[in-house]
């Protein structure tokens, strides 16, 4: 779906207003390709476990993901983000059948669940973004870095891939919170399945959905200069200027 005049100017400002934030913070954003350095970065950070969707070694990623690196004034990384494209029929065929982890599809092993999905109300099909490798730095906490990253990269997901739908899988004790809500502004979250579950490498309970459509992402961005924990200014007369730049 074509953007509005107004829809752009909305999102362009938003970038500049989530931007000239990081910059108050000494912070600035690399968009990446090479998804190796992903993989290096978190296991340099001592990441338990590094997330398939996001890793070379299981996936061709060379033309339908992206990730952020968040770059502190040493030029040192001091936080990441990722979103990978799928275009499907059925978000939830892709994971029953592990596709979404593994390019050839999973099959499991000795004392590995099989997925068992609870199917979200709607149907979640075309060009869908789905998020992970969010990390940020334990001295970089709590200042919104884990609220501008998932909205700089749904923008980016729209503007480059014209995305339908926007997701990310996240386990029990993260759904009970209002992380994924609040935080990564999730109007959608449901319990989703149960079962083998990669980026945890064990079976798992309760594993829920955040989604939202293309549509609610726009509307997500015009509610930013609310948001209860990091307001930004997006003003009428900002957003005419971004249509008319």
């Known amino acids: 779906m074509a953007l509005t005049d107004e829809e752009f100017g909305l999102l362009q400002t938003s970038i500049d207003a989530m931007l ?3 910059a108050q913070l000494n912070l600035s954003i690399v968009v990446e390709r090479d998804f190796n350095d992903l993989v290096r ?68 092993g000795p004392g590995q669940e099989p997925i068992r999905i609870t199917r979200p109300p709607e149907l979640i099909r075309g060009i869908v973004a789905h998020a992970g490798a969010l990390w940020v730095e334990p001295r970089r906490r709590k200042i919104g870095l884990s609220m501008y990253l998932p909205f700089l990269s749904r923008v980016l997901s729209l503007r480059n891939y014209n995305t339908d739908y926007y997701t990310c899988i996240v386990d029990n004790s993260m759904a009970r919170s209002i ?61 005419r200027e971004a249509i008319n730049a």
């Not at 770059?71 to 990722?82: K, L, P, W």
Request: one cysteine or more.
């Open 41 to 108: 970065f978190l296991r340099s950070k001592n990441a338990p476990l590094i997330n398939p969707t996001y890793d070379p070694e299981f996936n061709d990623l060379s033309r339908n993901a992206f990730w952020m690196r968040v770059i502190d004034e040493n030029g040192e990384t001091v936080a990441s983000h990722a979103q990978r494209m799928f275009e499907t029929e059925d978000f939830c065929e892709l994971v029953q059948s592990g596709r979404l982890w593994y390019d050839q599809g999973m099959t499991l």
């Open 20 to 22: 000239e934030r990081l």
């Open 179 to 239: 992380v994924p809500t609040l935080g990564y502004g999730y109007p959608h979250m449901q319990r989703f399945f149960d079962g083998w579950t990669p980026p945890a490498n064990r079976n798992l309970k309760d594993v829920h959905i955040c989604w939202m459509s293309q549509a609610e992402t726009i509307e997500q961005f015009r509610r930013l200069p609310k948001h209860p924990l990091f307001p930004l200014q997006l003003t009428p007369e900002r957003i």
